[in-house]
């Protein structure tokens, strides 16, 4: 887990979130392991197991929706009179995601403590899987995401929407026929899932908004591989943009992936 | 940097110049002559400013554009209103525009870093349209009248070939999919909309429950007064017929031809009874007779008097009994239906 949080080192505020959130959640960890220990021996491990794979099965159909799923409903749904062994749980229902699904399961917030799941496997090339509604989004996604990458992770909306403009997709009045509301989706549905951060600027008149990464985003992709996109989009060597290109470096060797 | 340069350097030549007018300006007031004329420059001064500055604010984006020079124009004019400044109250109102232009100037600094880096979102924007397999020849006509610049000219599968292509860079988690694709998680969310839509839907459906069931109450209820009353009419009438010979309780409610009747009967005149609208006493030959009484007249007498409660049985038998032994041959209360009564006989 540590390593995983120490990875969303990304753009954005994930940065931001001081230290001493990540020291205050890892103290009150190492406080309770050995409790938790002392805890689990009082459980029969089917009783464990079976929590362990409920909440397996809970975190795989909530991450249908693609919106980090939060602590709270964990402990409410289904951890329920287990939480003295709760960080056991999770551990092992990690465990089994790693192993048997190819799956991570990362916290995205250390704050609110959500968590999300994301691929361990390299994607495939052409994996034959079925296009789904989602696909189109992750085509606009991913070009919302170049943008601020290219743009020195944080672009004003106003860039995004000309951007969309020059791409057919507009973001007022009618709908798109494959997007519908632009706007609620990038604004509202990327933003909650943690893809984007739309953050109001102060003082401005009319209104303005900044976009930058979300944390998913940090955690689903890399600068390199986001640089790799727009080289190949444009036929171009990825270190003609130096500065990106030596910020992407930087992040691939400084921080490890895992 | 070239904006500021050019800040500097007319305000370094005005400076002169408006200190200069600053002391004519200030020995004019002193005279007291050209006071209105000075407070209208002034208040025109206020206003071109403030002008300057909103219109900074509104054309934000024109003003970081790489192509024209905004920002060093509207530098210029801001010098050249400087030139008229006397009072404090118009040099801040300079200072407020300087911050202003000053940011704008920080933001150029940031998009020249990225300018160096050469990337051109609209090369790319360029270079998207045609990974997604573009129509440009198409595109091409509608461009001169830009306006009508609509995705007819995309392929339909556009943005999935995107998509597709996108996918490969994201570790996102595929998502856990039914067999049969059929279900979704969202519905439960969905099925009280429809309800609340129905409820809305049909208020007409609604009221006419209540009312048919109100109805079946209210007919129950009032076939049992309705008798009540009948049998009372009756009372009244053998009453009128000969007041002075006592009407037998008991030949009164017999029916020969039903013994529930008979009961029923019972039933019904103990509400007359309990009412004060009928009165049983007991004649010489200690037997129960009947007779109406007067409502009105009895009123008080019934609060004066105390309540008296009597139980009277009759079973099978005794029915049989009475019936012989009175000699009933027709029922003083005739039955309502006269189905009812024959089925009561058989």
């Known amino acids: 887990?540590?390593?995983?949080?120490?990875?969303?080192?990304?753009?954005?505020?994930?940065?931001?979130?001081?230290?001493?959130?990540?020291?205050?959640?890892?103290?009150?960890?190492?406080?309770?392991?050995?409790?938790?220990?002392?805890?689990?021996?009082?459980?029969?491990?089917?009783?464990?197991?079976?929590?362990?794979?409920?909440?397996?099965?809970?975190?795989?159909?909530?991450?249908?929706?693609?919106?980090?799923?939060?602590?709270?409903?964990?402990?409410?749904?289904?951890?329920?009179?287990?939480?003295?062994?709760?960080?056991?749980?999770?551990?092992?229902?990690?465990?089994?995601?790693?192993?048997?699904?190819?799956?991570?399961?990362?916290?995205?917030?250390?704050?609110?403590?959500?968590?999300?799941?994301?691929?361990?496997?390299?994607?495939?090339?052409?994996?034959?899987?079925?296009?789904?509604?989602?696909?189109p989004k992750m085509g606009l996604l991913i070009i919302i995401l170049s943008l601020i990458y290219m743009k020195g992770n944080v672009v004003k909306d106003s860039v995004v929407w000309e951007m969309l403009r020059r791409l057919q997709v507009e973001c007022s009045g009618r709908k798109h026929k494959i997007f519908g509301d632009v706007k609620k989706l990038v604004t509202e549905e990327f933003v909650k899932q943690k893809y984007l951060e739309y953050i109001r600027l102060p003082h401005t008149d009319p209104l303005e908004h900044e976009f930058r990464w979300g944390s998913r985003a940090a955690k689903e992709l890399s600068k390199r591989q986001i640089l790799q996109f727009v080289a190949k989009m444009q036929k171009k060597n990825p270190k003609t943009w130096m500065s990106q290109y030596n910020e992407a470096e930087a992040e691939a060797s400084g921080t490890g992936r895992h | 940097m070239a904006e500021g340069k050019r800040r500097r350097r007319p305000t370094e030549d005005m400076g002169k110049e408006s200190s200069e007018r600053k002391s004519e300006e200030g020995r004019e007031r002193r005279t007291c002559i050209g006071q209105e004329s000075n407070e209208t420059t002034r208040r025109l001064i206020r206003q071109q400013y403030r002008q300057l500055i909103a219109s900074c604010q509104q054309n934000r984006d024109l003003m970081l554009s790489n192509r024209g020079d905004k920002l060093t124009e509207a530098l210029e004019d801001a010098d050249k209103l400087f030139a008229g400044v006397s009072e404090p109250r118009e040099a801040a109102l300079d200072a407020q525009f300087l911050v202003l232009a000053t940011n704008l100037g920080k933001e150029k600094a940031n998009q020249l870093q990225s300018d160096m880096a050469e990337f051109d979102s609209i090369a790319f924007a360029e270079d998207l349209l045609t990974y997604m397999g573009i129509n440009r020849l198409e595109r091409e006509d509608s461009d001169s009248d830009e306006d009508q610049n609509t995705s007819g000219f995309l392929p339909n599968n556009a943005w999935y070939k995107l998509g597709e292509e996108a996918k490969k860079y994201f570790r996102r988690a595929p998502v856990f999919h039914f067999m049969l694709?059929?279900?979704?998680?969202?519905?439960?969310?969905?099925?009280?909309?429809?309800?609340?839509?129905?409820?809305?839907?049909?208020?007409?459906?609604?009221?006419?429950?209540?009312?048919?069931?109100?109805?079946?109450?209210?007919?129950?209820?009032?076939?049992?007064?309705?008798?009540?009353?009948?049998?009372?009419?009756?009372?009244?009438?053998?009453?009128?017929?000969?007041?002075?010979?006592?009407?037998?309780?008991?030949?009164?409610?017999?029916?020969?031809?039903?013994?529930?009747?008979?009961?029923?009967?019972?039933?019904?005149?103990?509400?007359?009874?309990?009412?004060?609208?009928?009165?049983?006493?007991?004649?010489?030959?200690?037997?129960?007779?009947?007779?109406?009484?007067?409502?009105?007249?009895?009123?008080?007498?019934?609060?004066?008097?105390?309540?008296?409660?009597?139980?009277?049985?009759m079973n099978y038998e005794e029915w049989q009994k009475i019936v012989e032994t009175f000699e009933i041959s027709a029922p003083m209360i005739p039955p309502t239906t006269g189905t009812q009564s024959d089925a009561e006989q058989s």
């Open chain 2, 181 to 313: 694709g059929t279900f979704t998680a969202d519905p439960p969310v969905e099925k009280p909309r429809i309800e609340r839509q129905r409820k809305k839907a049909g208020p007409q459906e609604e009221t006419a429950m209540p009312a048919q069931l109100k109805k079946m109450e209210e007919s129950h209820q009032e076939a049992t007064e309705k008798e009540v009353e009948r049998i009372l009419g009756l009372l009244q009438a053998y009453h009128q017929e000969d007041p002075n010979t006592p009407i037998s309780y008991l030949e009164f409610v017999t029916d020969p031809r039903s013994f529930a009747r008979t009961v029923e009967n019972m039933f019904y005149v103990s509400f007359l009874i309990r009412d004060g609208l009928a009165g049983v006493k007991l004649d010489p030959d200690k037997l129960p007779i009947i007779e109406p009484l007067n409502p009105e007249g009895e009123e008080n007498d019934q609060d004066s008097l105390l309540r008296k409660q009597a139980v009277i049985s």
């Open chain 1, 1 to 135: 887990m540590s390593q995983s949080r120490r990875s969303s080192k990304g753009p954005g505020p994930s940065q931001v979130q001081s230290m001493d959130v990540d020291e205050e959640y890892t103290l009150t960890q190492t406080q309770t392991s050995s409790q938790v220990q002392r805890n689990l021996e009082r459980r029969s491990q089917n009783q464990v197991e079976h929590k362990v794979s409920e909440l397996v099965q809970f975190l795989l159909v909530k991450d249908q929706k693609k919106i980090p799923i939060k602590r709270a409903d964990i402990l409410k749904h289904v951890i329920k009179d287990y939480k003295d062994i709760f960080p056991e749980i999770l551990k092992r229902a990690n465990n089994i995601f790693q192993q048997v699904f190819g799956l991570e399961l990362a916290e995205v917030d250390p704050k609110n403590h959500s968590y999300i799941l994301i691929s361990k496997l390299p994607p495939l090339q052409d994996d034959g899987m079925k296009e789904d509604e989602n696909t």
